[in-house]
Structures are given as structure tokens and as C-alpha cells.
């Protein structure tokens, strides 16, 4: 593991908040010259402790204004069963996040459709198309309050830098 100092981890505390940031602004921001930004940020990015830059959409803006909170039960644990779900789920676009979990499911997966008849058929996909899976309960999201670290205005804009 690559060791951080505390310029490192306040650039990628800037960073996390607006991957836009150029060198130059992390330079005014941070303390350090744009030169040592750079070279942090390329140093940060090889160590794989940024993993990329990405523009994070709207769900309403693709189409995908319903998220649904699926918990999954395999039927057993054995190898083949567990790298068959682990394919679906990277194969499925409907699946935003996955996670392993402790307690009574094995995985909760966050997804995004585009209304409930897509959720319908996403439940059916995962209960009667993939033999590894035992039990699912899911739930509809009503509001997002706070995604990805940032609380979410009523209107679910996202809300900037507390304004």
C-alpha cells in the first residue's frame, strides 16, 4: 500500500468533490506548486487510489429515475454458484452497485430502471433466470437524502459545497 501524506489526501479529498479540478486550482487550494500537484496526482492515480473521473449523471437524465435496493440469498456458496452471480451482476447495466454482505443477504445490490414494470422484470431475471439465487427482498428508494457523500436538494439536485 502506498504510504499518503497530508497534501495527498487533500487533493484527493478535492479531487473526490470536483474531479475537474486543473493542477494549477489543486496548486492554489492544496499549498504545493502546480508542478508537485501533477506529479502527486499522477502518483495517486498509478497507485490506484484515484480510479478514475467520471461525470455522475442524473438517474433522470438516462431514463433511470427508479432505484430499487435488492437483497439476495444464494441457494449455497459453492464456487460455481458464487462466480455465476458475480457474472450476472457485471453483466447486467441494471445493477449500479453490488455489494457481499453480512446478515441474512448475501448481497445488496443498488439498481436504477426505469419504472416498476423494469424492476418487476429485473426481480423475475434474478429469481427464475439465475439458478444460484434462493431469495430476494427489495425495496423502492422514495428520496435520495444523500448519495456519494452529498446530501441531495428536495428536488434531487445535487446540493454544492453546503449551498
Do not use: W
Not at 453490488?98 to 443477504?105: I, L, P, R, S, V
Amino acid at each position: 500500500m502506498t504510504s499518503i501524506d497530508d497534501f495527498d489526501l487533500k487533493i484527493l479529498t478535492l479531487l473526490q468533490k470536483n474531479g475537474r479540478l486543473t493542477n494549477q486550482e489543486l496548486s492554489d487550494l492544496v499549498g504545493l506548486s502546480a508542478s508537485q500537484c501533477s506529479r502527486r496526482r499522477i502518483n495517486l492515480e498509478q497507485a490506484n487510489l484515484i480510479l478514475g473521473y467520471h461525470a455522475r449523471l442524473s438517474p433522470d437524465a438516462v431514463g433511470l429515475g427508479m432505484i430499487g435496493l435488492i437483497e439476495v440469498r444464494l441457494i449455497n456458496h459453492t464456487a460455481e454458484y458464487v462466480e455465476s452471480f458475480h457474472r450476472m451482476v457485471a453483466e447486467q447495466t441494471s445493477i449500479v452497485d453490488a455489494y457481499k454482505t453480512t446478515g441474512d443477504a448475501d448481497y445488496l445490490l443498488k439498481v436504477a430502471v426505469s419504472d416498476l414494470a423494469g424492476l418487476s422484470a429485473l426481480i423475475s431475471q434474478l429469481v427464475a433466470g439465475h439458478q444460484s439465487v434462493s431469495h430476494v427482498k427489495t425495496s423502492v428508494v422514495l428520496n435520495r437524502l444523500k448519495e456519494n457523500g452529498l446530501m441531495m436538494l428536495p428536488d434531487s439536485k445535487v446540493r454544492q459545497n453546503g449551498a
